[in-house]
């Protein structure tokens, strides 16, 4: 049986993701098909901020992570270093713990130091370093989502222009464009006040949370009527 556990990783759940989904990605999604399914899912969690439905944003975020997962599976970035590497406790864009971008506007983005002393244990520990770097006081649910959504778009025309082009430069954007989606999953779960490691140990703690199978043997046409 496969299962993942409140304390686990990024990396534990990236791998957890490969043992369960990784064959019918392989059988039968495109990358098109599991980008598409990333977007589909985030734009119901909106919906759900929308609707003040926080079971529906909850759920279908959860759902939209793990197309991410499947999706840098399919790529081989390893999401867990991607996100330490672009936020090693501070916002990649203005340097500081407690982000300034609002005050700063940076134009580019800081040369970071990264100090691996500092680097969570686990899921949860990244998701508290986002609440410090990201305070929720500071902003509303509704605009964590908005930032939400912008980077959905961002995985999307870095997925397009390395499939169009090939280009190494491209796949660099690609690992980027998926540590910021990620960067503000966390930080509309912490708007939220979803614990999302708990929430993810309890919807996958017995294999595919649809099938409950490892592999999963869910069919593509019931995945794509899936609404959570
Ligand atoms: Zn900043
Ligand atoms: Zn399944």
């Known amino acids: 049986m496969a299962a993942f556990l409140k304390d686990g990783t990024i990396a534990d759940f990236q791998a957890f993701n490969h043992v369960v989904y990784g064959r019918i990605d392989d059988r039968y999604y495109a990358t098109w098909d599991l980008l598409n399914q990333q977007q589909r899912f985030t734009m119901r969690a909106l919906k759900g901020i929308r609707k003040r439905d926080t079971e529906k944003l909850k759920l279908n975020l959860l759902v939209s992570m793990s197309f991410l997962m499947a ?38 983005r800081k040369e970071v130091v990264i100090d691996n002393r500092l680097r969570p244990k686990n899921m949860l520990g990244f998701q508290k370093m986002f609440a410090k770097i ?95």
């Open 71 to 108: 999706i840098a599976n399919r790529f081989h970035i390893n999401v867990e270093e991607e996100m330490w590497r672009r936020f090693p406790t501070l916002c990649s864009y203005c340097g500081k713990h407690i982000c300034a971008c609002k005050t700063i506007k940076p134009r580019n």
């Open 134 to 228: 990201y305070p929720p006081a500071k902003r509303t649910l509704a605009d964590a989502g908005v930032h939400l959504a912008e980077e959905a778009g961002e995985v999307s025309e870095a997925i397009h222009n390395f499939i169009g082009q090939h280009k190494m430069r491209q796949l660099e954007d690609i690992k980027l464009e998926i540590a910021d989606y990620l960067s503000c999953l966390f930080g509309v779960a912490n708007s939220a006040k979803i614990n999302v490691a708990g929430e993810l140990a309890r919807m996958f703690k017995n294999n595919c949370h649809v099938c409950h199978k490892a592999p999963c043997t869910c069919t593509f046409a019931s995945v794509t009527r899936y609404r959570s």
